[in-house]
């Protein structure tokens, strides 16, 4: 258990609807940060918060946006969705903000579109 | 970000040692070499972490020689458990926090 959360595990919804996947960091990481993993794109990166402000950002599409909140929790909202959006979505946590600090991955969240 | 290039695929036997190996040429000064274990639908987990010479913990032994355009990760005696996907990463303190997984190394290990 790597002390990160992920709401909801499983999430199955039709094609152009909205859907929000709910992360909770490790107590005491400031970090947050969402992964994509497909079959065909592997494990993509798409964005980074510190403590509540955006960080980094990846290939985020524009249908996709994410939020840090005060108590460090972070959504991702995916909208507009698509089936190749179906994946696995991953959120992770670090104490620190960069590339050198170890990330704890949740349990993901599996998003069907169909 | 450094590129990495590591092999796609690899098998071993239980009780054997393995080395993976990945190819960073363009590695900066400030750049740290990290390896991550996925397995099947879990998210990656940190196994060890590098900067030059060699580093180990209860897992694993990181190699990484003196011009570091390589590194070897080692893991000994693997059980069947370490069947996964290996992945070699290599980044800086000023880059953020983004990592970049390449295509990893699928290890196999067989009884």
């Known amino acids: 258990d790597s002390g990160v959360t992920q709401t909801p595990k499983h999430l199955i919804t039709a094609t152009g609807q909205r859907v929000t996947l709910r992360c909770s960091p490790r107590s005491g990481d400031l970090s947050v940060y969402w992964y994509q993993q497909s079959l065909d794109q592997g494990l993509q990166f798409l964005i980074q918060y510190y403590n509540g402000e955006e960080r980094a950002k990846g290939n985020i599409l524009e249908r996709f946006s994410a939020q840090q909140f005060p108590d460090l929790h972070s959504e991702l909202n995916l909208s507009s969705l698509e089936l190749g959006d179906s994946a696995l979505y991953f959120c992770?946590?670090?104490?620190?903000?960069?590339?050198?600090?170890?990330?704890?991955f949740g349990p993901g969240t599996r998003l069907t579109v169909t | 970000l450094a590129k990495t290039t590591q092999p796609i695929s690899m098998d071993s036997y239980e009780g054997q040692e393995v080395n993976i190996t990945c190819s960073h040429n363009n590695i900066a000064t400030n750049d740290y070499i990290t390896w991550y274990q996925q397995f099947p639908s879990q998210g990656p987990r940190f196994i060890i972490q590098?900067?030059?010479t060699k580093v180990t913990n209860e897992v694993a032994s990181l190699f990484i020689p003196a011009d570091r355009k390589s590194s070897t990760l080692s893991l000994p005696r693997v059980s069947l458990s370490d069947t996964a996907v290996y992945y070699c990463l290599v980044g800086g303190p000023n880059q953020g926090g983004k990592l970049i997984f390449g295509q990893g190394t699928e290890l196999s290990v067989k009884p």
């Open positions: 590098g900067y030059k």
């Open positions: 992770a946590s670090s104490v620190g903000g960069t590339s050198v600090h170890e990330q704890y």
